[in-house]
C-alpha cells in the first residue's frame, strides 16, 4: 500500500476498528469515548491519515452524552508515543444511527480543528459506524475509509 496511490482520506487497522466497535457494544445502553492514533501522510499534495491504535480511559457516560472524567486525561495523555498524532476521536450513539449531533460538531470544531482530523461515529445497537469530518460553517460530510492489517 504505501507504493500505491491512497484512494481513500482513513486508512484504520482491523483490529483498532474491531476494539472501538467492541468497546461501544460493552458500554451500551451507555454511549463511550476515545482518541485514535497514528501517523498523517502524504501522496503528491493529497493529504491522509493512518489510525493505528486507540487510547481510553475512566469515562462519565449516559445514553446521550459522554466524557473523559477529568483524572483520566493525564493517563490518556501519557499513552501517547512521541511518533504518533492524535488523528482524531470516537464515540458510540447507541440505537441512534451514525451522525455529529450539534454537540458534536462543536466538539470537532474546538477540539479537531486540524484538516485531518476525523471522527468515527458507532452505533453497536444498528451494528453501524461512519468516518466524518467537519469544515469551518459546521457542516460534516462522510470520509471514505479503507480496513488494513499491516503498514508496510
Same mark, same amino acid.
Given at each position: 500500500?504505501?507504493?500505491?496511490?491512497?484512494?481513500?482520506?482513513?486508512?484504520?487497522?482491523?483490529?483498532?476498528?474491531?476494539?472501538?466497535?467492541?468497546?461501544?457494544?460493552?458500554?451500551?445502553?451507555?454511549?463511550?469515548?476515545?482518541?485514535?492514533?497514528?501517523?498523517?501522510r502524504e501522496w503528491e499534495k493529497r493529504t491522509y491519515v493512518v489510525i493505528e491504535r486507540l487510547v481510553t480511559a475512566e469515562t462519565d457516560s449516559?445514553?446521550?452524552?459522554?466524557?473523559?472524567?477529568m483524572e483520566s486525561l493525564g493517563k490518556v495523555a501519557g499513552e501517547i508515543r512521541d511518533d504518533e498524532v492524535i488523528i482524531g476521536w470516537y464515540?458510540?450513539?447507541?440505537?441512534?444511527?451514525?451522525?455529529?449531533?450539534? $454537540? !458534536?460538531?462543536?466538539?470537532?470544531?474546538?477540539? =479537531?480543528? +486540524?484538516?485531518?482530523?476525523?471522527?468515527?461515529? $458507532? !452505533?453497536?445497537?444498528?451494528?453501524?459506524?461512519? =468516518?466524518? +469530518?467537519?469544515?469551518?460553517?459546521?457542516?460534516?460530510? !462522510?470520509?471514505?475509509?479503507?480496513?488494513?492489517?499491516?503498514?508496510?
Amino acid at each position: 500500500m504505501a507504493e500505491t496511490e491512497p484512494v481513500s482520506e482513513v486508512y484504520i487497522r482491523k483490529d483498532a476498528l474491531a476494539e472501538a466497535i467492541e468497546q461501544a457494544k460493552k458500554a451500551v445502553p451507555d454511549e463511550t469515548i476515545g482518541f485514535m492514533l497514528g501517523k498523517v501522510r502524504e501522496w503528491e499534495k493529497r493529504t491522509y491519515v493512518v489510525i493505528e491504535r486507540l487510547v481510553t480511559a475512566e469515562t462519565d457516560s449516559t445514553k446521550t452524552t459522554t466524557k473523559f472524567k477529568m483524572e483520566s486525561l493525564g493517563k490518556v495523555a501519557g499513552e501517547i508515543r512521541d511518533d504518533e498524532v492524535i488523528i482524531g476521536w470516537y464515540h458510540s450513539h447507541p440505537g441512534y444511527g451514525c451522525f455529529l449531533s450539534e $454537540i !458534536d460538531i462543536m466538539t470537532h470544531a474546538q477540539q =479537531f480543528y +486540524k484538516p485531518y482530523n476525523v471522527a468515527l461515529v $458507532i !452505533d453497536p445497537v444498528k451494528n453501524e459506524w461512519k =468516518f466524518f +469530518k467537519t469544515d469551518d460553517e459546521g457542516n460534516y460530510r !462522510d470520509v471514505d475509509y479503507e480496513l488494513w492489517e499491516k503498514w508496510e
